[in-house]
Every structure is written in C-alpha cells, then in structure tokens.
Nanobody, 122 residues
C-alpha cells in the first residue's frame, strides 16, 4: 500500500490550496482516511478525516468552515481543499489511511504518506 500526498506550496494568507492523496495497492472501504499536520517543533495534529464507506466527514475545530475533505472513488484519492488559509496553518501535511475508529488519533492509522509542505505567508 502506498499513499502519495501532493499539492502543497507557498500561498499568501487568505489564499487556497488543494492537497491530494492518491492511494494504491488497495481500497479502504470500511476505514477512515485522514489528514494530519505537523508544524515545526510541534506534535502531529489531526486535521480532517473521512469514512470511506459513507463519506462522513470530520474536522478539527481549528479548520472547520475553511477546509473541506472529499474523495474520488474511481481514483482512490482523498482531497483536502483549504481555503482562507492562515499563517498558523503552515505545516507539513500528511495523509493517512486505514483507521477503524477514533479517526483523530494518529496511532490508529496503518498507512502514511510522505507529507507535503504548506507554507502560508502573512
């Protein structure tokens, strides 16, 4: 199983980016796929997750109303649309897959992508 995350970059505050996470090797129909982020000197934090089977979405309070998680079943790809970006959103963003429950806990995910850097300038 491989997860490939891409789409990060440098953007000004208030701008938008869309991250993609392409999964290969299997599908995750009954599991959560999610996004986490890690800012310099900080722990990796939950951002958003989706239950692949029914499309239920979950967000950290810090990104609600600004970020949207979505999927493309045919491409086995998870997306994170990030709008109204703030400097505090600057981090390396990771996608993760195959959590059965407690989608917000890093240790519950079995597979991780390599991370993509998002930098928001003020």
């Amino acid at each position: 199983v491989q997860l490939q995350a891409f789409g990060g970059g440098l953007v000004q505050a208030g701008g938008s980016l869309r991250l993609s996470c392409a999964a290969s090797g299997r599908t995750f129909n009954d599991y959560f796929m999610g996004w986490f982020r890690q800012a310099p000197g900080k722990e990796r934090d939950f951002v958003a997750a989706m239950l692949w089977s029914d499309g239920a979405k979950y967000y950290a309070d810090s990104v609600k109303g600004r970020f949207t998680v979505s999927r493309d079943n045919a491409r086995n790809t998870l997306y994170l649309q990030m709008n109204s970006l703030k400097p505090e959103d600057t981090a390396v963003y990771y996608c993760a897959a195959e959590a059965r429950y407690n989608y917000g806990l890093e240790r519950n995910y079995c597979y991780w992508g390599q991370g993509t850097q998002v930098t928001v300038s003020s």
